[in-house]
């Protein structure tokens, strides 16, 4: 679905569904660099059980305008036009990485339309080294390294993907192959200088679930930790995988999900 | 944090696409002889069904042990995910009905395997799908032979019988510029010697059967996408882009711009046409791929010695491999192909049909036989044999004469070899009139 937001395109896979407001409705948001499709098997879960979904691809990303937006506040304010756009009056958010840190900044900030959130492969601070900074700023094929070696636990070059047939770095490689200059720089540049986390997260009322990969080399466990204790409540589901869990560990990572976003007949 | 590093060349070859067997702890690749999977539930097979969950469901579209291979194959030449099929042919034809209905058009180069020729320019034709011929290095030609129509240009990384290197950058170039991906046939030179998509290719596939496999065992084929065409913004690929009604309503191009097309090839494609790979094949395809990176230095290695032993020869018009300073793709072959120009070439005999056939007849080591990329050396005559369905004006095209015979390098002590080709050089001498 193509929707324009502040006079720029702006794509949502809605899994082949118009949308409909009797559905409860799930929102992804997937992290720097990278689109939708990193979703790909969720989101048209969902989509295809009874919910409205929108997996969206931030501005500069997949098949979105530029330009990229600079911080994580500024993504959240988008996704929150982007609910007005789609006449979404609330929805369940589950954000990996950098969308993760979004989600959690739209139910600081939007408590009233965010019913739950999902942060997958999360961390408080979110700090990128300087030297991946630098690569990205320079748009250096090194940057799209950092990402796509660290993006996955240590043995998934040599491990067999779930999905028959497919290469999981030369999939993230191809996905950062296509973003403009610039854009995976402002995704990082945001992960890194986000700064109200805590905060935030003192704020959410709603319940939240924690997605974490124990083989995860960007955003290992532990750091997931100081957020994870300032959401009161929020549960803690921990999956052999490296960070890109969706992918490593795509039905473990749809069980979880499955169990935390309630059924459409609960919903009211 | 110190600097990523990627695995190297070797340890892919061995072992990208697996882990040891989780029910078994099996090092090797398991054989996994199945047509089907038991479901948990039902919501599980309609989930598998619906593309929700990763798994498998019939193994003419997916098997583990033929998903190893084509993750491997990825991980060598660097796509992002490849289909395994019956055999190199059903690869191409894969690629091209992914992407094409009646009235689409293909560019193609002239300097093509017999069978890819056929397909082109008769089978292919009888479905409403043409092809216009170019030479491999006529950049013009390939600009100018594309029309609305055209879907893909296609050619092989080294051109058959001809050796004619295809200078994929600049081919590339003029594909993107028309908005077209292009495909290549990598059979020849295997990822070991050169890695298409880095040069700018779109799409790539192999005969299995050659040195991938390699010991002339077994027939398979490997389609392996890139990921980086933008089918969406070029606007030329409805089958891509558009909703699909043959998997409900799918719009391949919004599930996934890098998955687009290997979605579709594997959930019409084999679903479809069903060309696939059986297991037992995939299996014996991957020991050959294990030693590849140890075997094509040596094809190479021994190649090279025939190759000089061949153009010092008084019985030898000319010797047709782009390493030789004479070929016209020299500067193109030290450009794109510094690790070698494969073990296939070619070579024209003087004296005739006569000296050609006592030379094939008087080989004790080469065996004569339609195939090539095998560990043992093969010889074959392509006007009476793999090129034999082709016009004279067809072969001409192609570099081809009464006299000319492909050599395909094995594995053996190269002096056997020169032996071999000294003596039948020798018995076509005294055949030639």
């Known amino acids: ?42 989101s048209r879960y969902f989509g295809h059980h009874g919910r409205n979904v929108l997996a969206l691809d931030f501005p500069g990303h997949g098949r979105s305008d530029g330009p990229p937006l600079a911080s994580v506040e500024e993504m959240a304010g988008w996704v929150a036009r982007v609910l007005d756009a789609a006449n979404v009056r609330t929805a369940s958010l589950v954000g990996h990485s950098m969308g993760s840190l979004v989600a959690l900044e739209c139910a600081a900030r939007y408590p009233e339309r965010v019913e739950r959130i999902a942060l997958i492969g999360t961390a408080y601070p979110m700090k990128v080294g300087e030297a991946f900074l630098e690569a990205a700023r320079r748009n250096e094929q090194g940057a799209f390294d950092m990402e796509t070696i660290w993006g996955h636990a240590p043995k998934a070059p040599l491990g067999g993907n779930p999905n028959p047939g497919m290469w999981m770095y030369g999939d993230t490689l191809a996905r950062l192959g296509r973003l403009g200059p610039g854009v995976l720089h402002a995704g990082l540049k945001a992960c890194n200088g986000y700064a109200a986390g805590i905060e935030s997260a003192a704020k959410v009322k709603c319940p939240a679930l924690f997605i974490l990969g124990e083989r995860d080399q960007m955003t290992p466990p532990k750091a997931a930790g100081s957020l994870s204790q300032a959401i009161a409540g929020a549960r803690v589901v921990r999956l052999p995988s490296g960070h890109s869990i969706m992918a490593e560990a795509p039905d473990a990572t749809l069980d979880a999900l499955v169990e935390f976003l309630p059924a459409p007949a609960a919903v009211k | 944090m110190s600097s990523p590093k990627y695995p190297g060349f070797d340890t892919l070859a061995l072992h990208a696409g697996q882990s040891p067997d989780p029910a078994t702890g099996s090092r090797a690749v398991p054989i996994y002889q199945t047509t089907s999977y038991v479901f948990r539930d039902t919501a599980h097979a309609a989930s598998l069904f ?4 990763a798994g498998h469901v019939y193994s003419r579209i997916s098997n583990p042990t033929v998903a190893v291979l084509e993750e491997r194959i990825a991980a ?8 395994a099929t019956a055999s190199g042919q059903a690869a191409l034809h894969l690629a091209i009905t992914t992407l094409m209905d009646a009235g689409s058009h293909i560019v193609a180069s002239s300097s093509l395997y017999g069978g890819s020729h056929n397909l082109l320019a008769y089978t292919l034709k009888r479905f409403g799908i043409a ?7 006529d950049l013009e030609a390939w600009q100018r032979s594309i029309q609305a129509s055209t879907r893909l240009l296609f050619g092989e990384t080294l051109g058959n019988p001809g050796l004619d290197v295809l200078d994929i950058p600049a081919v590339a170039a003029i594909a993107h510029d028309a908005g077209v991906p292009l ?22 596939y192999h005969s299995a059967t050659k040195f991938l496999g390699g010991h002339g065992t077994t027939i398979g084929g490997v389609l392996v996408d890139s990921g980086r065409f933008d089918w969406g913004k070029s606007g030329k690929f409805a089958q891509l882009s558009e909703p699909y009604a043959g998997f409900h309503g799918m719009d391949f191009e919004d599930e996934s711009g890098t998955r687009a097309f290997l979605l579709r090839a594997r959930r019409e494609g084999l679903r479809d046409f069903g060309a696939c790979m059986a297991p037992m094949t995939a299996f014996q395809i991957l020991q050959g791929v294990e030693t590849l990176h140890l075997r094509m230095p040596r094809h190479v290695e021994n190649t090279r010695k025939v190759v000089q032993f061949l153009a010092a020869h008084a019985m030898v018009e000319t010797v047709l491999y782009p390493e030789l300073p004479g070929h016209p793709d020299h500067e193109l072959c030290r450009r794109l192909l510094p690790r070698g120009a494969g073990a296939v070439f070619s070579f024209n005999l003087k004296g005739g049909r006569e000296a050609g056939r006592a030379f094939i007849e008087s080989l004790r080591v080469f065996s004569h036989l339609a195939n090539v990329g095998d560990a043992k050396s093969l010889v074959i005559h392509p006007a009476t044999t793999t090129h034999y369905r082709m016009s004279d004006e067809d072969l001409k095209k192609a570099g081809i004469t009464a006299g000319t ?13 020169l032996d071999d080709l000294e003596r039948a050089l020798a018995a076509a001498r005294r055949a030639a009139p």
């Open chain 1, 1 to 42: 679905m193509q929707i324009e937001i502040d006079g720029r395109k702006a794509f949502a896979y809605t899994a082949a569904h118009a949308l409909d407001p009797a559905k409860p409705s799930v929102v992804f948001l997937h992290g720097a660099g990278l689109d939708h499709s990193w979703f790909g098997l969720q």
């Open chain 2, 50 to 53: 619906n593309m929700e969950r």
């Open chain 2, 76 to 83: 060598l030449e660097g796509g992002v995910g490849a289909i």
């Open chain 2, 131 to 137: 092809t216009t011929f170019v030479r491999p290095g």
């Open chain 2, 183 to 204: 495909l290549v046939d990598s059979t020849f030179t295997t990822p070991y010697l050169m890695k298409p998509f880095s040069l700018g290719a779109d799409l790539l």
């Open chain 2, 405 to 417: 015979v492909r050599l395909s390098i094995g594995l053996e002590d190269c002096q056997d070899l």
